[in-house]
């Protein structure tokens, strides 16, 4: 596959609600993660973009943003094209996040293929997710479905999305028999199913990933196509792109278009490389525990460090025991 034909989009429109306790700058303002550092030395955000560049071009490497984080964000993304910063007017859920991208793209390469990332991960072995994620853009060129990486679970954590593992074909890839967000009865399918953790980083063409909209928002994706339609010689939005947003309702791409949408999915698994989604403070604690020491730099970001993660831990454990 040319490289030219490579995209990506970065997912950096969170909120980080169940880190703000961790994230706090030192003005005492909560910063979502994905801006913060992990520890000591570039944002999450940064090392995200970097991890993108051996496999798809700079040009071509997208972050999605909320409008609201623009203090956030102008500083993390120096690297990337202005065209490339799409901003949305508000946070609408990975689904509209998602979607607003993948039309961007389309109206600049309609033969794109595309892998999305989240913007928040902490990876301790880069070089091994890097690779799986060149075999994911290879595998969808091949492949009309879209390919998921999934991570071998080490615990049963109910809090995670599982994919399910139907047969592989010739090069390893499996069919997805389920996809399960946030499953009630875990243990009983682990005993009997083979499940990955939904590490929600898949690629697909640019065309099939619509196509998964196309069968569950078809509404969304004209409205929203329409506008993007409606920009003028500079690119900017008009008034009613800002009211689309606010009538748009909030999208999961997981729950509400992925779960849906089990027979055009694949998936792929990938070696450990220590990803962790710090998603909550225990897993900030568990992961610093394994990275070790912290090495410092001069960045001027929020830190994720491991006095604050356990005393948030403990205040959590307290409210509990009360």
């Known amino acids: 596959m040319q490289s030219t034909q490579r995209y990506s989009i970065v997912l950096a429109g969170g909120a980080g609600t169940r880190l703000r306790g961790l994230t706090r700058n030192s003005a005492g303002a909560a910063v979502p993660k994905q801006f913060c550092s992990f520890n000591g030395g570039p944002s999450l955000l940064r090392t995200t973009l970097a991890r993108l560049e051996p496999i798809v071009p700079r040009p071509h490497i997208c972050a999605v943003v909320s409008a609201h984080h623009r203090l956030w964000w102008r500083n993390e993304i120096w690297?990337?094209?202005?065209?490339?910063?799409?901003?949305?007017?508000?946070?609408?859920?990975?689904?509209?996040?998602?979607?607003?991208?993948?039309?961007?793209?389309?109206?600049?390469?309609?033969?794109?293929?595309?892998?999305?990332?989240?913007a928040d991960h902490y990876v301790a072995r880069p070089d091994i997710l890097v690779n799986a994620m060149d075999d994911a853009l290879i595998a969808a060129t091949v492949d009309e479905g879209v390919v998921m990486l999934g991570m071998e679970p080490e615990?049963?954590?109910?809090?995670?999305?599982?994919?399910?593992?139907?047969?592989?074909?010739?090069?390893?890839?499996?069919?997805?028999a389920e996809f399960v967000e946030r499953p009630n009865d875990l243990p009983r399918r682990a005993s009997s199913e083979r499940l990955l953790w939904n590490s929600f980083i898949f690629a697909g063409t640019c065309e099939a990933l619509l196509h998964l909209y196309d069968l569950r928002f078809p509404e969304i994706v004209t409205r929203l196509r329409m506008a993007l339609g409606r920009r003028d010689a500079t690119g900017a939005h008009g008034r009613d792109f800002a009211v689309l947003f606010e009538e748009l309702p909030t999208i999961d791409f997981s729950?509400?278009?992925?779960?849906?949408?089990?027979?055009?999915?694949?998936?792929?698994?990938?070696?450990?490389?220590?990803?962790?989604?710090?998603?909550?403070?225990?897993?900030?604690?568990?992961?610093?525990?394994?990275?070790?020491?912290?090495?410092?730099?001069?960045?001027?970001?929020?830190?994720?460090?491991?006095?604050?993660a356990y005393a948030v831990r403990g205040e959590m454990q307290q409210g509990t025991a009360h």
């Open 79 to 118: 690297s990337l094209p202005v065209s490339n910063v799409i901003v949305q007017p508000q946070a609408r859920g990975t689904g509209i996040g998602l979607l607003l991208g993948l039309l961007i793209i389309e109206q600049r390469n309609p033969e794109a293929v595309v892998i999305s990332v989240p």
């Open 155 to 176: 615990t049963l954590d109910p809090e995670f999305g599982y994919i399910s593992l139907g047969a592989p074909n010739a090069y390893g890839i499996h069919e997805v």
């Open 255 to 308: 729950a509400d278009v992925l779960a849906h949408s089990t027979g055009h999915l694949r998936a792929l698994s990938v070696p450990d490389c220590g990803l962790s989604d710090l998603g909550t403070p225990a897993r900030v604690v568990e992961t610093l525990r394994r990275a070790g020491p912290a090495e410092f730099d001069s960045i001027d970001a929020p830190v994720l460090r491991p006095d604050l």
